[in-house]
Nanobody, 126 residues
Framework: QVHLVESGGGLVQPGGSLRLSCAAS????????IGWFRQAPGKEREGVSY????????YYADSVKGRFTISRDNAKNTVYLQMNSLRPEDTAVYYC???????????????????WGQGTQVTVSS
């Protein structure tokens, strides 16, 4: 049974940092790309970052480039999102998701992902 579990969210002041983790189980993580998405109240879910199965390719939304870094440790079945220089507009529920294999299209399209975690809340506020 496929499971993705996010952790590491919380309350942080502007300019602070958090590291989110996405723990995978029930499948071979090293065979799948993983995406991070976020959804703020009243807004649509948006793609934040993507990493391919080997970790050699990653993409970022323009709004987080230079501040967020995605990485993965396939031996630990975990994908990470390091978030630095956080801003109030980064406040959202963050989700990780498994990309469907052999699915084309842009990395940030939600329909390209078949399994999602339950999300972890990130709040950036003073």
């Amino acid at each position: 049974q496929v499971h993705l579990v996010e952790s590491g969210g919380g309350l942080v002041q502007p300019g602070g940092s958090l590291r989110l983790s996405c723990a995978a189980s029930g499948f071979s993580l090293d065979s799948y790309a993983i995406g991070w998405f976020r959804q703020a109240p009243g807004k649509e879910r948006e793609g934040v970052s993507y990493i391919n199965s080997s970790g050699g390719t990653s993409y970022y939304a323009d709004s987080v480039k230079g501040r967020f870094t995605i990485s993965r440790d396939n031996a630990k079945n975990t994908v990470y999102l390091q978030m630095n220089s956080l801003r109030p507009e980064d406040t959202a529920v963050y989700y990780c998701a498994r990309r469907r294999r052999l699915y084309g299209g842009f990395w940030s399209i939600a329909v390209a992902y078949d399994y999602w975690g339950q999300g972890t809340q990130v709040t950036v506020s003073s």
